[in-house]
């Protein structure tokens, strides 16, 4: 094989300019961008807590972050969410940041603690007003607003957490009244974001709020099933009083698998392994039943289920929300699963975060295999970003690294739209570097940079890119 010097590379790679340039116009290669179906939603993602601030201000009462956050040793850098972004005061400021990327679409969490400050009980009019005004400014700047009515802000006024059965029904009295006091100006309702995180890494694990370690077991399974039912409750009680047109579904972080290589066996093994990964999460909201390979795997652990549980959780939805970051490559194996995970090694990338592993082709099988399993009426990419090491030098941020992680994702995301699965929007994650929960300020995920001294917000590299996604409707 002929070897080159860098020298020749680059001498080569001038000579292939120049015979570019030469060569007639009429036979100059034209870029084709990949387009996105007229009607496209794209947006950004955010939450409550990580933005707001304001904790004390209108009657908010206190959650179980709030109290974490403020526990010695929970918080990477000590800091918590007291002000965060102090976006409760500057929603008008952010909702001119989404105008300017041209976004149509913003999808934001109501705080359940402003509502209901105990999480039951009288409501606090003071919130419906507050979240009335944002929600005004959105749609005078034509952005459609996509509520999540729980994004980890649980009441500490409810006992137990979501080890009490109790907290299901709080919850789906709570998004009952706020549909009854939004679904005039909000169409699309998410009833909770990412079981399978609130409840495993905050329940399972010391890592996320309230932090109670129960390990692995039939503790950890019962608060997964209120929190399972919660959301069956909710979607009856958002149909119940949603004016006409209103829709409903949920956002999860679902285990994406992906072919080790796209043959007919190795997608086989992936669709296995998507069932499994998702067994206590996805697959009983959709099958309205838990698997009986999972019952099976958990025996005496399994949950206690009541009459009417699994008809609840298992509620039909207008659309499902896939939060993707990551996957898990997987290849057929002769195991009762049927799949093994191919993990690679030391040199596998990743975006500076552990669990942040590079696999953009989960945009793409994401909502194939949801597709395929289920046939749901619409999908939405619910949130997509990634942590970059964002540098603010002469009032600019450079940020390639995360440019090149969106890029690629998106640009699966279209290979999935165009195959006709029913993807019918993206939600980037996130709009500005806000309070990233056990990360603390320290991982920023934002599009526009954010100054902590002063809460300016300056827009980085990526914001001008996803802007021009935007405007073309395409990869770029």
């Known amino acids: 094989m002929t070897k080159f010097s860098r020298r020749q590379f680059a001498g080569a790679a001038g000579a292939g300019t120049a015979l570019a340039a030469a060569w007639p116009s009429g036979l100059v290669a034209r870029p084709s961008y990949r387009q996105f179906p007229d009607g496209f939603h794209w ?20 959650s179980v972050w709030d109290v974490f956050s403020h526990s010695p040793g929970t918080i990477k850098d000590g800091t918590n969410g007291d002000i965060a972004t102090d976006s409760y005061h500057r929603f008008r400021e952010d909702a001119r940041l989404l105008t300017e990327l041209g976004a149509n679409s913003y999808r934001l969490s109501f705080a359940w603690p402003r509502f209901f400050p105990q999480g039951r009980g009288q409501p606090n009019r003071k919130a419906v007003d507050h979240y009335k005004r944002v929600i005004d400014n959105l749609l005078e700047h034509r952005i459609e607003p996509y509520v999540t009515l729980y994004h980890w802000d649980l009441p500490i006024g409810l006992p137990g957490g979501w080890q009490s059965r109790d907290t299901a029904q709080a919850f789906a009295d709570y998004a009952g009244y706020v549909t ?69 579904g949920l956002a999860e972080n679902s285990g994406v698998t992906i072919p080790a290589i796209e043959t007919e066996a190795n997608i086989a093994a992936a669709k296995k392994a998507f069932r499994s990964l998702n067994a206590a999460h996805i697959v009983p909201i959709l099958d309205g039943a838990y698997s ?9 652990n399994a949950p206690k289920i009541a009459a009417g549980d699994m008809a609840a959780i298992g509620s039909p939805l207008d659309f499902i929300g896939l939060n ?49 399993l289920w046939q749901p009426k619409a999908i939405y990419i619910s949130e997509n970003g990634t942590v970059a090491a964002d540098k603010l030098e002469n009032r600019r941020v450079g940020d390639a690294e995360r440019i090149m992680f969106l890029r690629s994702y998106i640009g699966q995301l279209q290979r999935a739209v165009a195959e006709g699965y029913p993807v019918k929007g993206y939600f980037l994650w996130t709009l500005l570097d806000n309070f990233e929960w056990a990360e603390g300020f320290t991982a920023r995920f934002g599009i526009h940079y954010t100054d902590l001294a002063t809460q300016q917000r300056i827009p980085k590299l990526s914001a001008a890119w996803y802007k021009e996604v935007i405007r073309r409707n395409a990869v770029v």
């Open 292 to 300: 009986d390979e999972h019952l099976a795997k958990q025996g005496a």
């Open 43 to 62: 947006g950004c993602a955010t939450a409550a807590y990580q933005i707001e601030g304001a904790v004390d201000e209108d009657g908010r009462g206190p």
């Open 180 to 248: 009854a006091q939004f679904s005039d100006r909000v169409r699309h309702f998410v009833t909770l974001n990412e079981i399978s995180t609130f409840i495993d890494v905050g329940y399972g694990t010391k890592v996320h709020a309230p932090g109670l370690a129960l390990g692995q077991g039939a503790a950890l399974n019962q608060a997964r099933h209120h929190a399972l039912l919660a959301h069956g409750l909710g979607v009856q009680a958002i149909r119940a009083h949603g004016r006409v047109g209103t829709q409903v």
């Open 324 to 372: 993707i970051y990551s996957g898990v490559y997987v290849e057929p194996a002769d195991t009762p699963a049927g799949f093994a995970e191919v993990r690679g090694g030391a040199n596998y990338p990743t975006m500076g975060l552990d669990w942040l592993r590079v696999a953009p082709e989960a945009a793409y099988w994401g909502p194939r295999l949801l597709a395929e």
